[in-house]
């Protein structure tokens, strides 16, 4: 839960790195919220505002630490376009955020890693 709240706490920042653990389970989390929220909401039987409040509140730390993903594996945060591309684009993106970070330090910063 500390990957989650590290990344809510910092919001809108689009400079350094990011961990492939930081990024992964910021995914995990927002999915399984999303999952629980869109649950409850369809047995009360609401429309789904819930959900749509909730992704439109995590779609700037999402982007934050995708871009901080990026800088990891030494790459521009606007590779992260490259996902609006149909099929090959997400793909591309996929592989980007598994692929393990450069050791030492970067353009973008010290490694998280610390090491």
Do not use: C
């Amino acid at each position: 839960m500390n990957w989650y709240l590290d990344v809510i706490k910092k919001y809108a920042v689009f400079t350094g790195r990011a961990r492939r653990k930081e990024y992964w389970m910021f995914v995990l989390f927002n999915i399984i919220i999303a999952f629980v929220l869109g649950f409850v909401e369809g047995l009360v039987g609401g429309p789904g505002a819930l959900a749509m409040l909730y992704s439109l509140a995590v779609l700037i730390p999402g982007i934050a630490v995708g871009i901080r993903r990026l800088h990891d594996t030494d790459r521009s945060g606007w590779w992260l376009l490259i996902g609006l591309v149909p099929i090959v684009g997400g793909l591309i993106l996929l592989y980007f955020m598994v692929i393990d970070g450069t050791p030492g330090s970067n353009q973008y910063g010290p490694n998280p890693k610390g090491a």
